[in-house]
């Protein structure tokens, strides 16, 4: 079974903390996505990845940072944890090659943040 | 990426066919009509893609109009199990500066009844 794992279901972290949610995929993946859900406004991309190293900005990067150092990990930052980036947050990721082919989501976390 | 618009909330009984509609007018040559569905607390779990042919897999069937214009997910008998949150997408395949990113929007609230 293809799988994307993110490390933590429910996170509860202090304002001003550094937070890290870590997504791990083991199907060879190259690219790699980050999103958060919120009622009403659905799923909004933050960053995605390409390949190791290279990253690009969603439609809402600030407050938030990524890191690609291997090809299964795509890790989200929170460089200084607010109360507005409580939210659920997903990770999927996708191949490169092929025309059509579909992106798999992790569980995602729910993180809070206090 | 065109935009796609679906009625924010659909019913169906137990054992009937679901037919989700999905309006996407400015859906371009080289786009695919995804879909996704989110049960309630997980992470969006692919259900079929195509490009201009209907298609149909364990899950579902996708009908695109000839047109493009539009297309319908049909679930051939609902179970209480699918009651979730069904999302239509429309993106370029693989290639560009994209890198199969996935727009979402509102999606469709199915709710099967007993």
């Given at each position: 079974?293809?799988?994307?794992?993110?490390?933590?279901?429910?996170?509860?972290?202090?304002?001003?903390?550094?937070?890290?949610?870590?997504?791990?995929?083991?199907?060879?993946?190259?690219?790699?996505?980050?999103y958060?859900?919120?009622?009403?406004?659905g799923l909004?991309l933050?960053?995605?990845?390409?390949?190791?190293?290279?990253?690009?900005?969603?439609?809402?990067?600030?407050?938030?940072?990524?890191?690609?150092?291997?090809?299964?990990?795509?890790?989200?930052?929170?460089?200084?944890?607010?109360?507005?980036?409580?939210?659920?947050?997903?990770?999927a990721?996708r191949?490169?090659?092929?025309?059509n082919?579909e992106a798999?989501f992790?569980?995602?976390?729910?993180?809070?943040?206090? | 990426d065109a935009k796609t618009t679906q009625?924010?909330?659909?019913?169906?009984?137990?054992?009937?066919?679901?037919?989700?509609?999905c309006n996407h007018?400015?859906i371009?040559?080289?786009e695919y009509v995804y879909w996704y569905r989110q049960?309630?607390?997980?992470?969006p779990q692919y259900i079929i893609h195509g490009?201009?042919?209907?298609?149909?897999?364990?899950?579902?069937?996708l009908?695109?109009?000839?047109?493009?214009?539009?297309s319908?997910l049909?679930?051939?008998?609902?179970?209480?199990?699918?009651?979730?949150v069904y999302y239509c997408i429309v993106r370029v395949g693989?290639?560009?500066?994209s890198?199969g990113k996935l727009t979402f929007g509102q999606g469709t609230?199915?709710?099967?009844?007993?």
């Open positions: 079974d293809v799988k994307v794992t993110q490390s933590s279901r429910y996170l509860v972290k202090r304002t001003g903390e550094k937070v890290f949610l870590e997504c791990v995929q083991d199907m060879d993946h190259e690219n790699m996505f980050w958060r859900q919120d009622p009403g406004l909004r933050i960053y995605f990845s390409y390949d190791v190293k290279m990253k690009e900005k969603g439609d809402i990067p600030e407050g938030y940072s990524v890191s690609r150092e291997k090809k299964e990990r795509f890790s989200l930052i929170l460089e200084s944890a607010s109360t507005n980036q409580t939210s659920m947050y997903l990770c990721s191949t490169a090659g092929g025309g082919t798999f992790g569980q995602g976390t729910r993180l809070t943040v206090v | 009625p924010t909330s659909m019913d169906c009984a137990e054992g009937r066919a679901a037919n989700l509609p007018s400015t371009s040559g080289n049960i309630h607390s997980q992470g490009l201009k042919n209907n298609e149909t897999n364990e899950m579902a069937s009908i695109i109009t000839e047109d493009r214009k539009s319908t049909i679930l051939p008998h609902a179970t209480l199990r699918d009651t979730a693989a290639g560009g500066t890198y609230i199915l709710t099967v009844h007993p």
